[in-house]
């Protein structure tokens, strides 16, 4: 596998994890210690948002 396909790779997983976190902290997805937790309602925004810019990343460097 190339570098950037990894980074891609890499980022998608974050975006999902990202979003998944997101949804635990603010109380949508039950079932796990995070859920209702600010803490992950805030950091999970913030991990997406990395893993978007590995995305877009991948894809601005694509076009060089």
């Known amino acids: 596998m190339s570098r950037s ?3 891609t790779a890499v980022g998608v ?6 979003v998944l976190f997101t ?11 995070m859920t209702g937790s600010s803490f ?3 950091a999970g925004p ?6 978007l810019y590995l ?4 894809k601005v460097g694509r076009r060089r």
Not at 23 to 33: A, F, K, R
Not at 55 to 58: G, K, P
């Open 46 to 51: 913030i991990i997406a948002l990395v893993g």
């Open 5 to 7: 396909a990894v980074l």
């Open 40 to 42: 992950w309602a805030t």
């Open 23 to 33: 949804l635990q902290g603010v109380g949508v997805v039950g079932g796990s210690p």
């Open 55 to 58: 995305v877009v990343l991948r």
């Open 13 to 18: 997983v974050l975006v999902l994890l990202g």
